[in-house]
C-alpha cells in the first residue's frame, strides 16, 4: 500500500471515497451495466450485479497491493456511486481512468475528477509522469484529457476494448509531466 493516499477526497462537487461491497447493486444500475458508459473500457459490461460485485472486490485487492486506487465519485450530500475515478502506479509513471453514469455526463464532472486525480498521482514523490489511454473514438475523454492539461503523445493498437470487438484497437496514449501539471494549477 502507498502511504497517503488518501481514502476520500472531496473536490468543489464530488466527494471520492472508497468501494464498499454494499455498493454493487446501484454500480451496476448506475453505470456497469450500460452500454454507453461501458463502450470504450477495458473490461466486458457488468450483466449481473455479481460481476460489479466481484469488480468492487478487486478494486478492494489493488488498492491493499498498491497497484492502482479506485474511488467511488459521489455528489453529497449523496453517498450513492455515480462513477468510478482511478490512478494505477508503476514507478515513474501513473495512469488515470475514468467512467461515469450517463445521467451525470456534460455538466464538467469528470474534469474536476480528473483534476484531483492528477493531484493524487503527483503526490507520489517518484511519479516523473501520468498518462491516460484511450479509444481514438472516445472524444468526450480526449477532450477531458486535454482541459487537465494532457497532450496526445503517441497512437498504439493493443488495447482490447470487448464491448465494441475483440480485436484490439487503435488507442491514444495522453500524457502530462510534473512541470506541465504544476504549470495547470
Ligand atoms: C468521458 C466521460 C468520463 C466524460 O465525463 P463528463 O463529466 O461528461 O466530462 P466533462 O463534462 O468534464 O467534459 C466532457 C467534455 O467533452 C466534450 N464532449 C462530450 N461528448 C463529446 C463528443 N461526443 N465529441 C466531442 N466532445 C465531446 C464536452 O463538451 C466537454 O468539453 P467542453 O467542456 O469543452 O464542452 C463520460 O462521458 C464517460 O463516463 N464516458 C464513458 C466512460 C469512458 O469512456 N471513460 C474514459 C475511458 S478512457
Redesign the pocket.
Known amino acids: 500500500m502507498l502511504s497517503g493516499i488518501p481514502e476520500v477526497i472531496d473536490t468543489d462537487r464530488t466527494r471520492l471515497r472508497r468501494p464498499r461491497a454494499a455498493d454493487a447493486a446501484q454500480v451496476h444500475a448506475n453505470w456497469t451495466s450500460d452500454p454507453d458508459?461501458t463502450?470504450?473500457?477495458p473490461w466486458r459490461r457488468h450483466e449481473t450485479v455479481a460481476m460489479a460485485a466481484s469488480y468492487l472486490e478487486s478494486l478492494g485487492v489493488k488498492w491493499e497491493e498498491g497497484s492502482a486506487h479506485a474511488w467511488m465519485i459521489t455528489l453529497p450530500p449523496s453517498d450513492d456511486p455515480v462513477?468510478l475515478g482511478l490512478v494505477r502506479f508503476r514507478g515513474e509513471e501513473a495512469e488515470i481512468?475514468?467512467?461515469?453514469a450517463r445521467s451525470?455526463?456534460?455538466?464538467?464532472?469528470?474534469?474536476?475528477v480528473a483534476g484531483a486525480l492528477l493531484r493524487e498521482a503527483f503526490s507520489v514523490p517518484s511519479v516523473t509522469h501520468v498518462i491516460?489511454?484511450?479509444d481514438t473514438e472516445?472524444?468526450?475523454?480526449a477532450?477531458?484529457a486535454e482541459?487537465i492539461g494532457m497532450r496526445q503523445v503517441s497512437t498504439f493498437t493493443d488495447l482490447p476494448h470487448p464491448n465494441i470487438s475483440d480485436v484490439p484497437r487503435p488507442c491514444f496514449r495522453y500524457v502530462i509531466d510534473r512541470a506541465a501539471d504544476r504549470a495547470m494549477r
Open positions: 458508459v463502450r470504450f473500457l462513477g481512468g475514468y467512467s461515469l451525470c455526463w456534460g455538466r464538467g464532472l469528470i474534469t474536476e491516460a489511454v484511450l472516445n472524444t468526450a475523454s477532450r477531458v482541459k
